[in-house]
């Protein structure tokens, strides 16, 4: 195969046999192509390709063109290669304009046709050419490696703040322009604490431990910002809210396990997260806000923990005055559901509405079905109206999925008893009408073996809400599932009567239902 393949735009055909031969002569490796015009000198280059050939030997004077001509055009195909004109002539007007116009070299034809001359000529600027190349490489490499430096934080080897400047530009925007996209805002816990009692030093080690579990939870096309002092910033493309939630609070745990030592004392670690999620299209310094508005939240809340930036909008309407001046916990939930509209879709509003109006009555039938007094039904009522509410904090398309969920699915609809009972706190709910909330979804006398748990007292009104809540969902009509009758859907709960349900609370239904009009579901 030739090692060196060279393009000669020459039309005199004894001039191009001496050059081959001359050419041949010199170096039996090297192919030429020859062409009698420009314009089958810029067809072989459209033909072959701009970085086909290695050298272009050109004419001076073609029949269509002369080099000063030919060159530009050359260039403006994208050749790249050097370029050597011949020309018969000796005149210096030749030599500077072929040079002007883009030759590397200007060989007289008598020299060129003459041994070795051209061959030496050729090689001299291809070696001059590779310099050059390597020169450029070198250079390019140095400039990626400052500008790499300049995004990179020192302490962390993490990317520093500058990077979502380019993030934001678009130069590390994801491909995926249909999809969601989710940033997650980091704070350790008590850091000062850290750095005052163990020294800056020790402060130190733990931002770079702390870095790289980062590295170790990061997956393809995840950027990982130093953000600040003790907060990073991950960016997640590609990534729904259950999803990045999970991630979250799997990260959380790696922290809070990390073991970090500070001569004979353990180093408490633990952190808080901030979530927002969005179109990948609409990331922007806007979720950067909304996932620091998501992280004030959690550390407000108790630290160590995951907080979403729909949680954050709920406590901003939920505690502001407006809202406060409400006089009971269904007036300032009903004035919060207004306020946040914009977040609630189909299945959202079903479920914190119509579907909550529904279990609260139940509930108090089955209250009044089970001789409680007028404080506990009120109770009850409450319960029910605010049973549902962690929904909120669930993606509507998870609630109205048909399919099976994912594990981040799942995982994420399982929260939201206890967001929903620390949600109804804010508006106002006594302890026991969270409980109530907070347990309704724990079966009958449930162990928590699994978690090695202490064992758990569900509460009466808790055990009653799951089967008001049970009894609605199954008389109603879902994306997921048909309505059942009365009669089907109380034999369904007597077979879980013992295990999921309270025998008591179950075999008081037929007695709720018969106790006053029978209940218009839907």
């Not at 979530?275 to 508005?293: G, I, W």
């Not at 302890?431 to 064992?455: G, K, M, S």
Request: with cysteine.
């Amino acid at each position: 195969m030739p090692q060196t393949r060279i393009l000669l735009a020459e039309d005199d055909p004894g001039h191009q046999s001496l050059l081959v031969a001359a050419l041949a002569d010199a170096n039996a490796e090297v192919e030429v192509h020859v062409a009698g015009t420009g314009q089958e000198a810029l067809r072989a280059v459209e033909q072959h390709g701009a970085d086909a050939f290695d050298c272009v030997v050109v004419d001076y004077s073609l029949p269509d063109c002369d080099a000063t001509e030919l060159l530009p055009r050359l260039l403006g195909e994208g050749v790249t290669c050097p370029t050597i004109a011949v020309s018969s002539s000796r005149d210096q007007e030749v030599v500077i304009e072929s040079i002007r116009n883009g030759s590397v070299d200007f060989v007289p034809k008598l020299e060129a046709v003459r041994g070795d001359h051209l061959w030496r000529r050729i090689e001299l600027a291809l070696a001059q050419q590779r310099r050059r190349e390597k020169s450029r490489r070198t250079i390019e490499r140095r400039a990626r490696h400052l500008a790499a430096l300049a995004e990179q934080d020192p302490l962390t080897g993490l990317a520093n703040r500058r990077s979502l400047d380019r993030l934001f530009s678009g130069q590390h925007r994801s491909p995926d322009r249909r999809g969601r996209s989710s940033m997650v805002m980091i704070d350790l816990d008590h850091f000062k604490q850290i750095n005052d009692r163990f020294g800056h030093d020790c402060g130190d080690t733990v931002l770079r431990a702390v870095a790289g579990t980062l590295r170790e939870s990061l997956q393809p096309g995840d950027l990982a910002v130093r953000y600040g002092g003790e907060e990073f910033l991950i960016v997640r493309p590609s990534s729904g809210l259950a999803e990045a939630v999970y991630w979250a609070e799997t990260l959380r745990d790696r922290i809070a396990r990390r073991q970090i030592r500070a001569g004979e004392l353990r180093v408490p670690l633990s952190a808080s997260f901030g979530v927002a999620n969005c179109p990948s299209p609409e990331l922007s310094p806007e979720t950067v806000s909304r996932a620091d508005r998501a992280l004030y939240v959690a550390k407000g809340g108790g630290r160590n923990r995951v907080c979403t930036w729909e949680r954050a909008v709920f406590e901003e309407v939920a505690t502001d005055p407006d809202t406060r001046r409400r006089a009971s916990v269904e007036r300032r939930l009903g004035t919060t559901l207004v306020r946040c509209r914009a977040l609630l879709g189909p299945c959202h509003y079903d479920h914190l509405t119509v579907h909550a109006r529904y279990v609260s009555n139940m509930a108090v039938r089955l209250g009044r079905a089970l001789n409680l007094d007028g404080e506990d039904e009120e109770r009850l009522r409450l319960a029910g109206i605010c049973h549902d509410l962690g929904k909120f904090l669930v993606p509507d398309e998870v609630l109205g999925k048909t399919a099976a969920l994912s594990q981040e699915e799942r995982f994420l609809l399982a929260r939201h008893p206890e967001d929903g009972a620390q949600m109804a706190s804010l508006l106002g709910a006594d302890t026991q009408v969270t409980d109530f909330i907070r347990y309704h979804h724990r079966w009958f006398l449930d162990l928590q073996v699994a978690r090695n748990e202490p064992p758990v007292a569900v509460p009466l009104g808790a055990r009653i809400v799951a089967v008001a809540d049970a009894f609605v969902a199954m008389t109603s009509q879902r994306p997921y599932q048909n309505a059942r009758s009365f009669s089907a859907t109380v034999n369904e709960l007597r077979k879980r009567r013992g295990t999921q349900f309270d025998p008591r609370v179950v075999d008081a239904l037929p007695r709720a239902l018969l106790a006053e009009r029978p209940m218009s579901i839907r």
